[in-house]
């Protein structure tokens, strides 16, 4: 496990209830609106993340193919271009799973912006494997917004698992 990973961690937690919630954040040197765009544009989306779109008007269509790791889908509930607080929400339905819900929001720093995204309303036995899944996409845009191959990111998955299982 390297320091890097366990330094961009999310957090993986758990109210009274027994809902999970996922949350982890990333820094970019890039504006809100750059960072929207990797988001939002088809194009670039499909760079970081092959086999996914997400229309992003309200009720659009969310589509995430993992091949035969299965396929997450679900409908944009909200969306909020990038100003002070950029923002989209959409469900997220895996199959055996009980629907939960997703916010990526872009905000503005001193630096560029942050990306802080959310899995909410969550129960405990896919929780640790979509953190995993989380960090390793929001990785794989970090390297893309950086004009680098997105590989690494996914070969490192074994490791991030290894973290969040230890949750």
């Known amino acids: 496990m390297t320091t890097r990973h366990a330094a961009r961690r999310g957090t993986l937690g758990v109210d009274k209830a ?3 919630r996922i949350q982890l954040q990333r820094q970019f040197p890039y504006s809100p609106a750059q960072v929207w765009q990797w988001i939002v544009d088809p194009d670039r989306l499909a760079r970081w993340l092959p086999g996914c779109r997400i229309d992003t008007e309200v009720g659009g269509e969310v589509c995430f193919d993992f091949g035969e790791e299965g396929t997450a889908t679900g409908a944009v509930l909200a969306v909020t271009p990038p100003g002070a607080r950029g923002a989209l929400t959409h469900t997220w339905v895996w199959e055996g799973v009980p629907e939960s819900t997703v916010r990526w929001t872009v ?6 912006s942050e990306l802080t995204l959310v899995h909410s309303e969550l129960v405990r036995e896919p929780a640790a494997d979509f953190a995993t899944g989380w960090h390793v996409m929001l990785d794989s845009l970090e390297l893309d917004l950086a004009g680098e191959p997105t590989d690494p990111a996914w070969q490192d998955l074994p490791a991030i698992a290894e973290l969040y299982q230890q949750s």
């Open 107 to 112: 905000t503005g720093t001193a630096e560029g």
């Open 18 to 20: 027994g809902v999970f």
